[in-house]
């Protein structure tokens, strides 16, 4: 079996009438979809149900008929509404019996908890289906469970993140490599973010420019408020395969997309702006209106923002724009808050006052009151000041409140971001 | 079968090879099921395949098996690698034909759009299962689909979210309604906000409170980085005997919670916060250091905050603290950029500047990096100045950078207040 070729697949069952009733985002089924696609056994199917035994019974039976591993996570806790172990346990027909080392380590780890006994509930979780075997649970006291049934695996896991988690990426993902080996085809991921241009244009260029053999790649857009990420992935190659069909795209898909394009490790165009603030020496400073300090909040919810952000002022009211950042009052009352030269004065006088070599304005419309016919909900000024020198831009932006304030942030950040990435070479 | 007895229960299929990757969270099943149980029709499975019709025909003869309603998801597209609707007009044989007046429609949607004619690929989306009522989609070209198969319902949806509520919330909640009627019920939501206690402790105070009975009623803790709700949800009772049992609930439990409940419509402390500020007639403004910006942005995500709220500063570096806000050199050199001294002086310092009766300070340590012994990551100290009397005190708070920005965010909103829902009244 081991060396079989056929490519081995996944299934996942959830359990728990929580996500039944939609409150709980299901979060397990998604980080385990993700986690067994990277190790290279990609799910076929998930399946969710309440905590009823033979909802769970046919749940794992409809999984089994569809796929190689068939992952349960949910309802390996100690109380009576936990019915996953038993439920499988009848299932498969492996009677469940006290496991002494088991339930020595629980009865350890009880005590290492300072309680002077373990509660007798927790008992049952030291008990396991015949043949099963124990994958060590480092944050909890519900073990992972693995049982051969045939050729195929039954995992069951605990509903708690953490501890489903900790189960995978310790003893489950060792025995899952050992036990499919070859059968597995890991996935190699290649993300390209962009910022500034809708996923339909992005599209028209993108599509030109791919090779009309894609090989083993696919291309998938994947747009948010903030942008549009466009991930390539291959299955089944090594990673120096990977790399060298991933170069072959880059060296036709990058060049039309350079002028959206932004680099950053974790995904966020502010961890590239502050990287690029830190390679040219610059530091920042915010003046914020209808943003309310979301542009501040996202440059420092990077660790190590200190290097780069000094601050910034949050002019929500007319009296602080003129106090704090030396906007005039005639501009004021003349263009009104909304305009290009109060954004630029917001930039140009927030770098001055704080003494850093750039400032972001932006002053706008977040709604869902306060538009006019000139100037409706969604129009929004965004100034950058780099070097002295001021640009300024008018949005027209449509969503809700947090949208249009999601976009006006990411804007001005990526505004500065070009003019830093293209402009501090030939800097003063 | 309208004047049945028997409950209706729902299934889900929701149909994607984005959703097994695990890369695109499933919002739609959630908001389904959140949806289908607010309409008293409780969802007992939900089951994922890929853009597969083997896959589709075989999830919704499972689903079909376990529930009286069917609400399939995704894959109603016009390109290729949409399949459900033929995949489902196979399994029950219901032959695809063309709808003239459903083609008629989106012939003059694409024209509004401004396009000559329909692009051809479309045209097969004005195809429709012998039989099935067409449910109107405002948001796109893709319409729901219901079919009558037996005693059973299959409602097909587009799988755009925006798409998928708004047919939901139209014809769809209609004609379920009506189709199901006395055999929907109902659920009836009652929910305590609290903040600043934990999720077990919470639990201590209310659990002895509760009735030995607890009728129909049941209880939910939802927990976040922000605080627990306390949730009590009651099914297949009226809106009024609901009410009733909700008040019951309050009468024992209310008084006990009380010191760290809020009410707010959408459950946001910032919003609860604004309303109180705006009925004692108080303005804020706010000096953060570590948060950053959050304090402010979670205050102007509420629409019309511009009524209490003025700006703030931002004082990540030192140099802003004393230029901006007054807080002493000596101060900060003596006892640190986090300590009581300092959070003070950032309190009344901003409300003094920006001539208010409420400011808020914030200086503490988010982490990664940053901390010492003394001052370890987790170290925040919050100050409140209301009228000229200022508060502080130090929080030692856990979790990485995100949760502690977050948390810090939270009590300073959550403290302020306290201070203006118990001072307001007697105040000078």
Redesign the interface.
Known sequence: LKNSGAEATAAIVTVGN??????T???N?????????ALGA?????????DVAS?IRG?VR?ALAAADLVVVSGGLGPTADDVTKQAVADLLDRPLALDEGLLARLEELFRARGFREMPPLNRTQAEVPEGATVLRNQHGTAPGLALEVQAKLVVLLPGVPRELRGIFDGELRVLLSERFASRLRPVHHHVMHTTGIAESKLAELVEPRLPSDRGPVTL?Y?PDLRGVDL?LSARGLSAAEAAAWFARYEAEVGPVIAPWRFEAQHGDLAEALNAALAAAGKRVA?A?SC???????R???V????EV?????????N??KTA?LGVSEEDLRRQGAVSEVVAAQMARGVAER??VDAGIGVTGIA???GGTPEKPVGAVWIATALDGAVEAKLLHLVGN??AI?ERSAQEAIARLYRRVTTEAGRGA
């Open positions: 929580e996500l039944l009733y939609g409150e985002v299901d979060t089924a998604a980080w385990l979809a993700r986690s067994l696609a990609p799910v076929v199917k998930k399946l969710t149900v309440g909802e749940a409809e998938a994947l991930r915010v914020e943003t309310g300090g979301l542009v501040a909040k440059i420092t919810d660790p190590g923002s200190s952000f000094v601050g910034g002022v949050i002019a929500y009211d009296a602080v704090e704080f003494g709604g869902p009151a409140r947090e304030r």
